[in-house]
């Protein structure tokens, strides 16, 4: 499995509209093969939007970024303009996982 991080530089005062588009966007990829999960963070300060989703591995994270439902749940437009800088992707592979209950 792997877990891609998407760090959004929000301005001030736009974090709250960026979880809501995410909270809104109705399944684009909640039903894409491969797809795991999906969390979306708010920093304390509100400066910072972190999206963390899950894949069962690098080709099925691929083949959503090809797709047309990537360009689908990614065309709303207008994000743009409540960022103050260029996001931040970093992907990595999931070595260890626990849940709560687990040894």
Wanted: net charge negative.
């Amino acid at each position: 499995m792997i877990a891609i991080m998407n760090s959004l530089p929000v301005k001030d005062g736009a974090a709250d509209e960026i979880v809501e588009r995410f909270s809104g966007s109705g399944g684009h990829v909640q039903d894409f093969p491969g797809f795991v999960s999906m969390e979306v963070m708010k920093s304390e300060d509100a400066c910072e939007v972190l999206v963390i989703t899950r894949w069962r591995d690098r080709e099925a994270f691929d083949s959503w970024v090809s797709s047309e439902e990537f360009k689908k749940a990614h065309g709303r437009g207008g994000a743009g303009e409540l960022l103050r800088g260029h996001p931040k992707m970093t992907s990595y592979e999931v070595t260890v996982q626990r849940a709560s209950g687990s040894p």
